[in-house]
């Protein structure tokens, strides 16, 4: 499967983004999928993740409350809303899918993925 990230983008502190991740070449129905980030210097870390069919999600502590993750598998798309910005939430965000394996559960962890975009760059100022 193929993902391709999107609507990142330049914002002041407390404004929202929407952040889409389009899957192609397969259905991404039967893909867990997760949001991670890396900011300059840093090590990718994670963000938010959902299961195969929407029912389960999972949140870093630094985003529980501001970001919600959410998917359309009509749409083959897994989004990212992001709310009350701040500029420590300035870095890439990047999608990534494993296959379900008829698993309920979800993956937070960068290497349990094995499909990745290509990352959108989100810049918070203060």
């Known amino acids: 499967v193929q993902l391709q990230a999107s609507g990142g983008g330049p914002v002041q502190a407390g404004d929202s983004l929407r952040l889409s991740c389009a899957a192609s070449g397969r259905t991404l129905s039967s893909y867990r999928t997760g949001w991670f980030r890396q900011a300059p210097g840093k090590e990718r870390e994670f963000v938010a993740a959902i299961n195969w069919n929407g029912n389960n999600t999972y949140y870093a502590d630094s985003v529980k409350g501001r970001f919600a993750i959410s998917r359309d598998n009509a749409k083959h798309t897994v989004y990212l809303q992001m709310n009350s910005l701040k500029p420590e939430d300035t870095a890439v965000y990047y999608c990534?899918?494993?296959?379900?394996?008829?698993?309920?559960?979800?993956?937070?962890?960068?290497?349990?993925?094995?499909?990745w975009g290509q990352g959108t760059l989100v810049t918070v100022s203060s």
């Open positions: 990534a899918a494993s296959y379900y394996y008829g698993s309920y559960s979800i993956l937070t962890k960068p290497d349990e993925h094995d499909y």
